[in-house]
């Protein structure tokens, strides 16, 4: 177990755990996964690369405070702007160094 005592699939959304059910019914391909969504290839790609990235971040990150780890997978997913990423991190490395 992590040091947070969660897995990176306990840290995921909803949409993003129906994504990875789906995902593993169409066998992992993403030709049926995009069929089954109704969108392009590219369309799923992106949105599998987007939540790699995110497992990623969960897993490097794992004893950085949730709100820390929130913000980094939500830049992962796109959803962040990078200059309001790097304000925001600032911001809660600031207040993890206050709270010691």
Do not use: H
């Amino acid at each position: 177990m992590e040091a947070t005592g969660k897995r990176w699939i306990d840290l995921l959304e909803e949409e993003d755990l129906a994504f990875v059910r789906r995902f593993i019914v169409a066998s992992g391909s993403l030709k049926e996964l995009a069929r089954m969504y109704g969108v392009s290839y590219p369309t799923v790609r992106l949105r599998l690369d987007r939540l790699i990235q995110k497992i990623e971040v969960f897993e490097e990150f794992n004893a950085a405070g949730e709100m820390e780890r929130k913000l980094r997978g939500y830049y992962a997913e796109g959803r962040v702007p990078e200059d309001v990423f790097r304000s925001l991190l600032g911001a809660c490395q600031k207040d993890k160094e206050a709270s010691k």
